[in-house]
């Protein structure tokens, strides 16, 4: 069973920056697209960012020239670093990722971490 978590998420004054974590562990054969999507309080989930296997990226307009998505093929690992963070950032952060695995094509997500961006 593969599984992902997130890791990096707190509280953080308007401007500051974090960096996110997300590990895949488990039996994976391959893993294409991984993505980082927020959710807010009252709001439906959105995406944030997209990266390929390729490591073309995408971004939402909202974060556009603040956030950086990357990753570590050889750790299973996507990232999203956060900088000059603002008050409407604050969400759940959560990861997922396209992957195969020995019983077929999956698409896991991760249990989500808090980022709080205070004023």
């Known amino acids: 069973q593969v599984q992902l978590v997130e890791s990096g998420g707190g509280l953080v004054q308007a401007g500051g920056s974090l960096r996110l974590s997300c590990a895949a562990s488990?039996?994976?054969?391959?893993?294409?697209?991984m993505s980082w999507h927020r959710q807010a309080p009252g709001k439906e989930r959105e995406l944030v960012a997209t990266?390929?296997?390729?490591?073309?990226?995408n971004y939402a307009d909202s974060v556009k020239g603040r956030f950086t998505i990357s990753r570590d093929n050889a750790k299973n690992t996507v990232y999203l670093q956060m900088n000059s963070l603002k008050p409407e950032d604050t969400a759940v952060y959560y990861c997922?990722?396209?992957?195969?695995?020995?019983?077929?094509?999956?698409?896991?997500w991760g249990p989500g971490t808090q980022v709080t961006v205070s004023n």
């Open positions: 997922n990722a396209d992957l195969m695995s020995p019983s077929g094509y999956v698409v896991p």
């Open positions: 488990g039996n994976t054969i391959c893993i294409s697209a």
């Open positions: 990266i390929t296997s390729g490591g073309s990226t």
